[in-house]
C-alpha cells in the first residue's frame, strides 16, 4: 500500500542544539537510504522556503509505516500527516 507523508521538521535551530541537529541530520539521510534500499521510501521532495518535505512511502498497512516513521532520528520533533492512496480507476484503463 502506498502512502503520502508530509513531514515537518519543528525542532528548535538553536545554538546549542546545532550539534546534535547536524548529528541528526547525518542519521536521518543515513535512515532514508536504508529506507530506499528496502523499497519502503519511494520519492522524497522538499517544500521550498521550508524545512518541510513530502515522501512516496510503501509499507504493507498503517502500522508499518509508523514504525518505520517512528525509526527516523528526527522523528521526536516532527509533526506528520499521512494520507493512504488507492489506486484511481482511471490508472486502471490500459494506456494507449
Same mark, same amino acid.
Request: net charge neutral; glycine share 8%.
Given at each position: 500500500m502506498e502512502f503520502l507523508v508530509r513531514q515537518s521538521n519543528r525542532m528548535p535551530v538553536t545554538p546549542e542544539g546545532r550539534e546534535l541537529r547536524e548529528r541528526l541530520v547525518i542519521a536521518e539521510r543515513a535512515r532514508a537510504k536504508e529506507l530506499r534500499e528496502a523499497?519502503? *521510501?519511494?520519492? *522524497?521532495?522538499?517544500?521550498?522556503?521550508?524545512?518541510?518535505?513530502?515522501?512516496?512511502?510503501? #509499507?504493507?498497512? #498503517?502500522?508499518? *509505516?509508523?514504525?518505520?516513521? #517512528?525509526? *527516523?532520528?528526527m522523528f521526536a520533533w516532527m509533526e506528520i500527516t499521512v494520507e493512504p492512496l488507492a489506486t484511481h480507476p482511471q490508472e486502471q484503463t490500459p494506456r494507449p
Open positions: 523499497g519502503t *521510501l519511494l520519492r *522524497l521532495w522538499r517544500v521550498p522556503g521550508t524545512r518541510d518535505s513530502i515522501g512516496l512511502y510503501c #509499507a504493507p498497512d #498503517a502500522t508499518v *509505516l509508523h514504525d518505520v516513521l #517512528a525509526s *527516523l532520528p
